[in-house]
């Protein structure tokens, strides 16, 4: 998806942006790894609107299309963690209920276990199948 969103503004600078931003949220995984916070971590705090506007500020000093590349990056990773039955707080602190559309099956955050289960769900083929078929509609148009 980050790739999508930097075929719109195809320049070194954004495609960094959109890709190293649009997977900042999981970097939460290398923090319960290190056993710095505990495994509710995962898809809390970096997985909310706050996060994502906090980010998009960082980047305002730089730039004002980076720092809306950055938000919607973001937001993008969002809607993709919606068909999880994990859910998102994405209006957190300000509310704790969790969002999902659970189309498929949370089957964890790290290992086999977790790209073996959510790659035997039907919904994870449609899905991924979706973006990348539109990934390669913008190549298409860009090249």
Not at 12 to 18: C, E, H, S
Not at 52 to 68: C, E, K, V, Y
């Amino acid at each position: 998806m980050s790739l999508i969103i930097a075929s719109y503004d195809w320049r070194p600078d954004t495609i960094a942006v959109a890709v190293g931003v649009h997977f900042l949220p999981n970097l939460d995984v290398a923090l319960i790894k290190a056993k710095l916070v505990k495994e509710d971590f995962h898809c809390s705090i970096t997985h909310t609107l706050l996060f994502a506007i906090i980010t998009g500020l960082f980047f305002l000093p730089f730039s004002r299309r980076l720092a809306l590349i950055a938000f919607i990056s973001l937001v993008s990773h969002y809607l993709a963690d919606l068909g999880s039955t994990i859910g998102q707080k994405l209006f957190w602190p300000i509310s704790q209920k969790k969002f999902t559309i659970a189309l498929w099956e949370d089957t964890g955050y790290w290992g086999k276990k977790m790209w073996f289960g959510y790659y035997r769900q039907k919904w994870a083929w449609i899905t991924e199948t979706a973006v990348f078929a539109f990934l390669i509609y913008r190549f298409i148009v860009i090249f």
